[in-house]
């Protein structure tokens, strides 16, 4: 009877042992080349990177491992990220400049006053350019009406005063292009700014 006793004790301790051990036994959950759902106590290598689930005999989900991204996905993420990282800089340094959307359009003109006077200097030296332009080739038609040939001073200063013009076009066309895209910048400030205000309220 005692030895009896003891198989059936034994019996009973092995059974318990392995019923704690198959409640802790784990399998991974995937999806085979064939788009079937395989579940299996071990995930082929080829599998991994796709990504799987580690559920439980009952099927209770443990952990979930994500698909590994590709090259394409990798790089579109570090792109959000940077893009996410510039934003919250711009952001900073707006909230930084600027109390009010006043604060902005103050800035805002007091910047494209200056480029306007710049614009007007240069678009002055032109003119001044030009008169003195007419000056000289009026000489220089005297010259051949009294038929004398035109110095060769006059030549000189005729096409230094040309290439002196065609310098100043260029500065009064640069400023212009950055007159527009000032004002274009100061606007999306205060776009910006305005949703940021928003986003507090």
Known sequence: MNNFHLAMVLSVALV???GAWASDQVYYR???????TVINDRIPP???SKGYEVVTISGTVVRTVEPTPSREERERRAEERRLAEEQEQYDAELRRRYSTVDDIRSAKNRRL???QSNIDILEGNVSGVRTRTRTLEMRAASMERSGREVSESVLE???TLTREEEELLDQIEQRK????ETEASFERDIARFKELQSQRN
């Open 16 to 18: 318990a042992a392995n």
């Open 30 to 36: 995937y999806t085979n080349e064939r788009g079937v």
């Open 46 to 48: 080829e599998y991994v």
């Open 113 to 115: 006053t200056t480029l």
């Open 157 to 159: 200063n005729l096409a």
């Open 177 to 180: 292009v950055e007159y527009r």
